[in-house]
């Protein structure tokens, strides 16, 4: 009988329940996110055939849920094999890569890390702390990576950071709103799954 159960062993169990609720659904949710970096990384611009690239709203939600930055290395390495599947296979341009191409490596560490300080704030799906954090890391990732292009490319040895600066500066914008379109995207999902699943846990009590 359940009443003949310590209550240390109690504890112990109900500990290994919710740790393995926490995993399964962290696996689920790298998932989904890794997913839509495959579905949409062929480039930061929708064309007529392809999505625009989610990887940074991914990112940023990423570190936003799920703490171990051992996902953060899964999605990084997923978002390079897409990469290295287009150059190599579908005939994308190399002209990208250089070693400044490992800037993203940096830039997606500060995209994750800037979501696991707004988690760790507590509610960080709360609107405006929401989007306010996610302009943040998306302009950074931004600013963040054509820094390393123009220092690490050796393509623009020849010109000056202001020029450089003014000729990427028009991308900034679509950059920037596609992340918080698929940004607004995900709060809009979280809360829609949130509205689903907590007055289902609220009657089952």
Known sequence: MIDAVPPALL??????IVMLATIKNSFATAVTLVFFIMLTRSGHFATAISLPDATIALLFVGGILLGRTSW????????????AYAI????VSAYC??????????TYAIVWGLGRWLAKRGEPFKILPFVVTGFVASSLAFAISN???YVFSGRFSDMSAMEFTSRIAHYGLP????????????WVVHKAISSLV?????GSA
Request: aromatic share 20%; glycine share 12%.
């Open 198 to 202: 907590l007055p289902t846990r609220i």
């Open 97 to 106: 890569v250089s070693p400044a191409y490992w800037g993203l490596v940096v």
């Open 88 to 91: 190599g296979v579908k005939g």
């Open 175 to 186: 950059y920037v709103s596609y992340a918080m379109m698929y940004l607004g995207i995900a």
């Open 147 to 149: 820094t390393f292009w």
């Open 11 to 16: 504890g112990g169990f109900s500990w290994r």
């Open 72 to 83: 953060l290395a899964l999605m990084i390495v997923v978002a390079f094999l897409v990469d």
